[in-house]
């Protein structure tokens, strides 16, 4: 994959009496960009922006240069994995990894294919047959990781995909995203609460406070870069001395 750069430029969302303002974000093909911010500072909310949930009331989100709203769903290349995984809980493991192949209509022997590929590369192959209430937050986790990856999404949207896991899976979880973007090449953007996470993972780091993006940096610099006292007080430098 060449592409999956992502542009926000002048960007308002709204959704309900909750605003978020970019002036401007320039995501680029293959980084992995972490999202951080206090609790109801609009992460996901740019999250579902960029996946083009919902109509921006001002501005615009380019992908590979192209406006967000010129796109069908289908071209837009991107898959996203939420908190709470959202898996069918209907579905068995391998149903639901296959359930995105079978929307978009892929023969059915090269969808068995790509869902057998998933179910070897996040090591779930022994739950295939299970459904969501029986498998563990690491094994969900996972399979809502091998259904958004077995479209071969140019742009991966998480949404605190971690948080809940716990510190061993969530150790083992990094080796896996790690792989995920080394093999898939794709765009990786994550929403965390977690400032070592977004060191260990990210690439660049985007900071949303009140309601806009603040600042923007290398992942590694969190702790080391100076930014306004509001941002300094969020990342508990206090007078603005490193952590």
């Known amino acids: ?14 959704r309900g009496s909750f605003s978020l303002r970019v002036d401007s974000l320039h995501i680029e093909p293959h980084e992995i960009f972490a999202i951080v911010g206090e609790t109801g500072a609009g992460k996901t909310v740019l999250l579902e922006a960029i996946a083009g949930a919902f109509p921006l009331e001002s501005g615009s989100i380019l992908l590979d240069g192209k406006d967000i709203r010129c796109l069908p769903v289908q071209q837009r290349r991107l898959g996203i994995v939420y908190q709470d995984h959202a898996l069918f809980p209907h579905m068995t493991v391998a149903e639901n990894i296959g359930y995105g192949l079978r929307m978009a209509r892929v023969p059915k022997a090269e969808a068995a294919s790509r869902v057998d590929e998933m179910l070897d590369l996040f090591s779930i192959r022994h739950i295939a047959d299970r459904y969501p209430g029986i498998i563990s937050g690491g094994e969900g986790q996972r399979t809502a990781l091998a259904r958004a990856l077995v479209l071969q999404p140019e742009i991966l949207l998480l949404d605190e995909p971690f948080s809940a896991l716990d510190p061993t899976t969530k150790k083992r979880m990094y080796e896996t995203l790690r792989n995920v973007h080394g093999r898939f090449r794709c765009t990786v953007v994550f929403v965390t609460h977690d400032f ?10 985007g900071i949303i406070l009140d309601g806009a993006l603040q600042a923007v940096c290398p992942a590694d610099e969190l702790f080391t870069r100076e930014f306004s006292p509001q941002v300094m007080a969020f990342l508990g430098r206090g007078e603005g001395e490193p952590r």
């Open 196 to 205: 070592n996470e977004a060191r260990s993972l990210g690439h660049r780091a």
């Open 1 to 14: 994959m060449s592409g999956g750069s992502i542009e926000v430029r002048d960007m308002v969302a709204r």
